[in-house]
């Protein structure tokens, strides 16, 4: 049974950062595709940053430049490096494997 569990959130400052980790487990299956999600409250989830077999990366426009996924593929880790925290990417993130297995969430929140 595929188990996904983030760590990381917190509240952190404007202009502050954070560290997302995503550790799967159970995982029989190649893993072609890893990527973080969000859901703010009242909206849809999105898409933040996604990493793909053999490293080809995309973001969201808005957060580009500003964070960063990695994976350890040997350990089945993901990472979301974020920057320049903004009070809109105040939301609940999720990881993903494959589109079709999910993590519980952690929730991220940027208040002064």
């Known amino acids: 049974q595929v188990h996904l569990v983030e760590s990381g959130g917190g509240l952190v400052q404007p202009g502050g950062s954070l560290r997302l980790s995503c550790a799967a487990s159970?995982?029989?299956?190649?893993?072609?595709?890893m990527a973080w999600y969000r859901q703010a409250p009242g909206k849809q989830r999105e898409l933040v940053a996604g990493?793909?077999?053999?490293?080809?990366?995309n973001y969201a426009d808005s957060v580009k430049g500003r964070f960063t996924i990695s994976r350890n593929s040997a350990e089945n880790t993901m990472y979301l490096e974020m920057n320049s925290l903004k009070p809109e990417d105040t939301a609940v993130y999720y990881c993903?494997?494959?589109?079709?297995?999910w993590g519980q969430g952690t929730q991220v929140t940027v208040s002064s």
């Open positions: 993903n494997i494959n589109l079709m297995y």
């Open positions: 159970g995982v029989a299956f190649s893993v072609i595709s």
């Open positions: 990493i793909r077999i053999g490293g080809t990366r």
